[in-house]
């Protein structure tokens, strides 16, 4: 995994509850991602982070947002959640520029 | 808009028989095409990066080769051990994301 740990690994939760995923690594990678993945859509890239409190939209923004208060932790929030954000999401982190991102075991996420 | 395809779907091999998956792409500049392994209920895994043209890269029974409008993974006698999904990325030049395709799920049997 690459210094890439995600929690939780497992969540139910109820439509239109807040929910809160948590990315941490431990390489100091700059760039910080969090991706979902569907069957027949790969991965899709949400939101993702260039530096602390500094992040940008994904191709599918909607509903959620991010934080980064320290390089080390990066966290996805589904604002009110919808049973479409059933789904794995990944964290990643890397240096950007050209390099390869490292993986997080994923968070499967099942809204009821 | 940068875009990944990658085929076939699904791949059913022996063990022993050698083939290939594509990535073709478009993107606008191309920073890096990345190739991933990724295992049921894990995250997946980086295997190679190229950078231009006639570049190649190999691993083990695994080699990856970049054309300017597609990569190829090669897979030489592939053993069940192989059997993943495997997928591709790529960088375009502007922005430092990862835009994926769909993967290629590949199962191998003795």
């Known amino acids: 995994d690459a210094g890439i740990t995600q929690s939780p690994r497992h969540k139910v939760t109820e439509t239109g509850t807040p929910v809160t995923l948590r990315c941490h690594q431990t390489e100091n990678h700059r760039y910080m991602y969090w991706y979902r993945q569907d069957p027949g859509h790969g991965l899709r890239l949400i939101h993702y982070s260039y530096g602390v409190k500094d992040t940008d939209k994904g191709e599918v923004s909607d509903g959620y947002s991010v934080s980064r208060s320290k390089t080390e932790d990066f966290l996805l929030t589904l604002e009110s959640a919808t049973s479409s954000q059933t789904s794995v999401y990944f964290c990643a982190g890397g240096a950007g520029e050209g390099t390869e991102a490292f993986f997080g075991q994923g968070t499967r996420l099942t809204v009821v | 808009e940068d875009q990944v395809t990658q085929s076939p779907e699904a791949l059913r091999l022996q063990e022993g028989e050698s083939s290939s998956l594509n990535c073709s792409y478009t993107v606008s500049g191309l920073r890096g095409l990345f190739w991933y392994r990724q295992d049921p209920g894990k995250g997946p895994e980086f295997l190679f990066t190229l950078y231009s043209a006639g570049e190649e890269k190999e691993k083990e029974r695994l080699k990856a080769t970049l054309t300017k409008k597609e990569s190829f993974l090669h897979i030489t006698a592939p053993k069940p051990e192989d059997s993943a999904t495997y997928l591709c990325?790529?960088?375009?030049?502007?922005?430092?994301?990862?835009?994926f395709g769909a993967g290629t799920i590949l199962r191998v049997k003795s």
């Open positions: 990325a790529v960088q375009p030049e502007y922005g430092n994301k990862l835009v």
